[in-house]
């Protein structure tokens, strides 16, 4: 199995990390955050998802699309604790870096054919 497919299974999974901090902090500010994430990363995924099987069906290099999807895969990590805490810039470029890998793995099969 291609590592870019284990990569959507951690993705999904990282979908519901947030939920587990809302359980945590039910009546504080970390729980509005929690929700604000767990909606962005629900958002997200169903585009990384079409994307890897797009670039996968397409033929794409291997390599390159483990590279995109494993950086997609940590800046999702990564943008939990930017929501949780607050910062709203790096939480942002965290967001818009995500969506430019997932732009990356729909335009792959079209640059390394």
């Known amino acids: 199995m291609p590592t870019a497919f284990v990569c959507i299974a951690l993705a999904f999974g990282l979908v519901y990390v947030p939920l587990l901090a809302r359980a945590v902090w039910p009546a504080s500010s970390w729980a ?37 999807a494993v950086a997609y895969v ?18 942002r470029a965290l967001w818009a870096i995500a969506l430019l890998l997932i732009f990356g793995l729909f335009a792959l099969p079209t640059l390394t054919s």
Request: glycine share 6%; proline share 4%; aromatic share 8%.
């Open 32 to 68: 509005k955050r929690a929700r604000e994430a767990y909606a962005a990363a629900a958002v997200a995924f169903p585009g990384f998802a079409a994307a890897v099987f797009v670039a996968h069906i397409a033929g794409a290099d291997e390599r390159r699309m483990t590279v995109l």
């Open 74 to 91: 940590v800046t999702r990590a990564l943008h939990l604790p930017a929501a949780l805490l607050d910062l709203g810039l790096i939480r």
